[in-house]
């Protein structure tokens, strides 16, 4: 359930938002000054802030141009006012959106929906683009560099052509190094087939991915065989 904290000195208005609000399966924290307003921002796990200007102790553009500084969450402005200055000023701090006294019940919540919708959206791009440059981010041992979204590999910046499945098996030891897996394991995972397969196809891949990736004459070496049990990518 979505949180929504309500800062609103007028006991009237505080009600009936809260009523609103819950009526449409939110739930919500009421306050009714600036400071403790501020408080609850910082310190909560909230979803919206909806946020009257004209406040004690702490007037809403402060408590706006605060939360900002600390915290990415939705803030619509709830004024009396109708002069432009103020809805200008209000969006300059960081409000996402503000809305004008008195308003109907359907044009608060499709406001709210709207803006938390919206930050949602947002913050599951970032995720989803953050989830990218992680996959994306170079790996580098020694002589070897990978970019794993690009599926490259270099040897002492020359770059070294991988075939698909020469590719994946050797990201997937890279990212387990000196980690021992067995044949089997190893085909399971990078060929994605359970049960028995031919375990022998590791060793093939295995063979090609050495000739291509290390020189003994160079003392480059990355790829362990441990006899008995399966290979091991050393760091």
């Not at 800062?7 to 009523?19: M, T």
């Amino acid at each position: 359930m979505k949180k929504i904290l309500i800062v609103e000195d007028d006991e009237l208005i505080a009600e009936l938002e809260k009523d609103y609000l819950e009526a449409s399966n939110y739930e919500t924290i009421v306050v009714n000054n600036g400071e403790d307003g501020l408080n609850y921002a910082l310190n909560e796990d909230i979803d919206l802030v909806l946020l009257d200007i004209m406040l004690p102790k702490m007037n809403g553009f402060d408590v706006c141009k605060k939360i900002r500084e600390v915290k990415d969450i939705s803030i619509i402005l709830v004024t009396a006012k109708k002069e432009d200055i103020d809805k200008i000023r209000g969006l300059g701090l960081g409000a996402d959106d503000y809305i004008v006294k008195p308003f109907s019940p359907s044009e608060l919540i499709a406001r709210v929906k709207a803006h938390i919708s919206i930050h949602e959206r947002l913050l599951n791009k970032s995720k989803e683009n953050n989830e990218i440059d992680e996959q994306d981010r170079e790996i580098n041992i020694k002589e070897l560099r990978i970019l794993p979204m690009s599926r490259k590999v270099f040897v002492n910046d020359k770059e070294v052509f991988l075939k698909n499945k020469e590719f994946e098996l050797l990201l997937f030891l890279v990212k387990n190094p000196n980690i021992v897996f067995s044949k089997q394991t190893l085909f399971d995972r990078v060929w994605d087939m359970d049960g028995i397969g031919d375990t022998s196809t590791v060793t093939v891949h295995i063979n090609r991915i050495r000739e291509k990736i290390e020189d003994e004459s160079k003392n480059i070496k990355f790829i362990d065989t441990v006899w008995g049990a399966g290979y091991r990518f050393r760091v």
